[in-house]
């Protein structure tokens, strides 16, 4: 079965990084694109970064300059360097296909607070 288990995430200060990766297994992860996504308290999921199958990376407008999606075919791993972190970035962030094609996993949740 697919498994989509993220880590990396923590409790950072303001202007803080992580870096996020996730680990897939039962599908061929070198022929989706992939995302990762963000739920916040009270918000709905958002998709924040993608990357294609060609290793181009698209950002949303709220991440742009500052997330770097990249991804290791090799190793089917899906990385997120997340820099200069403000409150706004609080959220549990989650991987998965471009348009979500599989369950969610447990996400990894990221705080951002003096």
């Known amino acids: 079965q697919v498994q989509l288990v993220e880590s990396g995430g923590g409790l950072v200060q303001p202007g803080g990084s992580l870096t996020l990766s996730c680990a897939a297994s039962g599908f061929i992860f070198s022929r989706h694109h992939m995302g990762w996504y963000r739920q916040a308290p009270g918000k709905q999921r958002e998709l924040v970064a993608l990357?294609?199958?060609?290793?181009?990376?698209n950002y949303g407008d709220s991440v742009k300059g500052r997330f770097t999606i990249s991804r290791d075919n090799a190793k089917n791993t899906l990385y997120l360097q997340v820099n200069s972190l403000t409150p706004e970035d609080t959220a549990v962030y989650y991987c998965?296909?471009?348009?979500?094609?599989?369950?969610w996993g447990q996400g990894t949740q990221v705080t951002v607070s003096s």
């Open positions: 990357i294609t199958t060609g290793g181009y990376a």
């Open positions: 998965n296909t471009q348009y979500a094609l599989f369950s």
